[in-house]
């Protein structure tokens, strides 16, 4: 990490500890306390409105069952009493087999049902005028029991059939007749409750609303005031901000934004300022890092630019023309001269992909002159993406590694086969030999220097300058991999992104399909 990285950061924790950009009472807790205040009137009242609702549907509910256990005894009761007595006078049944009928009820049965009913209906109401009708009908129950043992008894003694009848329309049916009113006024009063107690939930729900609407005009003025309070204080220092924003991407890097909001937007304001003042740093560590990529690209052309090379290309020349052959002389010289004019490319990244096939052309033309004895190649490249963009020297230094890694070490004659073309929407080269190889601990060693920084390597510079520079460029998912078998050979496969040269037209590359684009180049 360099000395003005390190400087920031320092900085950075200065301009912490030293208090700048603490908060007093942020945004977040602003917006906070104003919902609050808005909502807290309304969480209120609707608390209240579901406790009152909650408490009228109680009430309703028990009077609901109160009036349902009624009425079911107001029309079955009468009914049932009156047919079982006439049924036990008229000696139809007795009091013994009487259960044995399935239309029967046991008179006495069907009064012990009532009275329990009833006199738990007498426990849980409330209501006054339906508590009296209560009483009458425990009072009449009781008297309707009394008047049945009476018949009961002249049954048993032998009464006589006029006697019994007269019984039972005197007493019976006049006593089940005061039972069903008893019952009628009580079902009568709880439904009067009911509507007493809707009556009660209209009033409160009306009064719940005239608060609700007086509450909510209140809290639409107070809130109105509130926001435009709040978005004064957070647009205020946003104009400031922005005001000072704008001035630095002008390249004033001394303006300052003045904010003490005392809330998230000074904190932003504070770092802003702080990001301002040390712009400058930051600029020339990437003016740094620039120069450490156009010293990248240099070595690499002084690799190309390799003294060795150039002495033995030269002496390969001088002895050409010793040797009296002047025209092979010519030709690598004309070899030489157009494989330094692609070297420099007056001063382009990126260049063609037919431009770069010329370029590596050239350089094996001037290494099979020099090597002819032991070296082979061919270079297959689909004329379809010669007008694609590569950037500049990106094949030549794996031919170069193919070439005095893989042919001169197998010390006998070898093959180097370069071939191009598009896969999907990228463009893949395949370089390979069938020279020395590597074992597998070479090649795992290969592969991670080729995975390290070209400066770090110690080893292998060519490939991982490649690597580095295309995945630099184009992202980890383009650059090299090599797959090699000891005394097999090695195949380096190159893949980058499918992108036309913007200086010339696609189709030109196309028709030229049967002239130079075409040929297979191979020398022998």
């Known amino acids: 990490m360099d000395k003005g990285w390190l400087a920031m950061r320092k900085g950075w924790f200065i301009h912490k500890k030293s208090g700048k950009g603490s908060r007093g009472f942020s945004i977040k807790h602003k917006i906070l306390v104003l919902a609050a205040v808005a909502a807290l009137p309304f969480v209120v009242m609707l608390v209240y409105l579901l406790a009152s609702m909650a408490n009228y549907s109680q009430v309703y509910d028990k009077i609901v069952r109160d009036i349902t256990i009624a009425n079911n005894y107001n029309l079955n009761f009468k009914e049932e009493m009156d047919e079982s007595m006439y049924k036990l006078v008229v000696g139809y049944v007795t009091f013994d087999n009487i259960s044995e009928d399935e239309k029967l009820k046991d008179p006495y049965a069907l009064i012990n049902d009532l009275r329990s009913a009833f006199t738990e209906l007498m426990g ?28 009961v008894e002249s049954i048993n003694a032998g009464g006589t059939y006029d006697d019994n ?3 039972l329309e005197n007493n ?23 509507e007493e107690v809707t009556d009660e939930l209209n009033v409160q729900i009306r009064g719940f609303m005239v608060a609700c609407g007086i509450v909510l005009a ?21 104009k400031e901000l922005n005001k000072a924003t704008k001035k630095v991407a002008e390249g004033d890097f001394s303006a300052r934004a003045e904010v003490t909001s005392k809330d998230e937007i000074e904190v932003l304001a504070d770092g802003f300022n702080y990001m301002a003042g ?86 094996l033309e ?37 070439l005095y890694h893989g042919i001169k070490r197998k010390r006998s004659k070898g093959f180097i086969h370069i071939k ?23 090649l795992e060693e290969l592969r991670r220097e080729i995975g390290r920084p070209c400066k770090e390597t110690e080893k292998g510079f060519g490939l991982a300058n490649v690597n580095e520079r295309i995945r630099m460029y184009f992202g980890e998912e383009y650059g090299l991999s090599v797959v090699s078998h000891k005394g097999r050979g090695t ?3 190159i893949r980058i992104p499918a992108m036309l040269n913007a200086q010339e037209n696609p189709d030109r590359g196309g028709n030229r399909e049967n002239t130079e684009g075409s040929k297979i180049q191979q020398k022998a």
Do not use: C
């Open 124 to 151: 849980v109401t409330t209501d006054s005028e339906s508590r009296v009708w209560l009483a009458s009908l425990l009072r009449n129950i009781d008297t309707l029991e009394k008047r049945v043992d009476d018949i």
């Open 165 to 167: 009848i007269e019984n």
């Open 172 to 194: 019976i049916y006049v006593l089940t007749e005061l039972v069903q009113d008893d019952i009628q006024y009580y079902i009568y009063y709880q439904t009067q409750s009911m």
């Open 218 to 238: 209140v809290l639409i003025v107070g809130v109105t005031i509130a926001a435009l309070l709040i978005t004064s204080g957070i647009i205020r220092p946003l």
């Open 278 to 363: 040390n712009m400058q740093v930051m600029i020339s560590k990437i003016k740094e890092d620039e120069q450490k990529i156009r010293k990248t690209d240099l070595r690499l052309l002084q690799e190309q630019i390799n003294p060795h090379f150039l002495y033995n290309t030269l002496d390969t020349i001088v002895w050409q023309i010793e040797g009296n052959e002047p025209d092979q002389a010519v030709t690598m010289v004309v070899a030489l001269s157009n494989f330094f004019r692609q070297v420099l490319s007056k001063g382009k990244e990126f260049i063609s992909i037919r431009e770069e096939e010329q370029h590596i052309s050239s350089y």
């Open 366 to 402: 001037i290494q099979e002159m020099r090597y002819h004895d032991i070296m082979e190649y061919s270079i297959q490249i689909d004329p379809a993406i010669y007008n694609y963009q590569i950037l500049k020297l990106t094949l030549q230094p794996v031919v170069e590694n193919a």
């Open 420 to 442: 191009g073309e598009k896969d999907g929407d990228a463009i893949r080269f395949l370089v390979g030999d069938d020279g020395a190889g590597m074992d597998t601990e070479e």
């Open 491 to 493: 195949v380096v496969e």
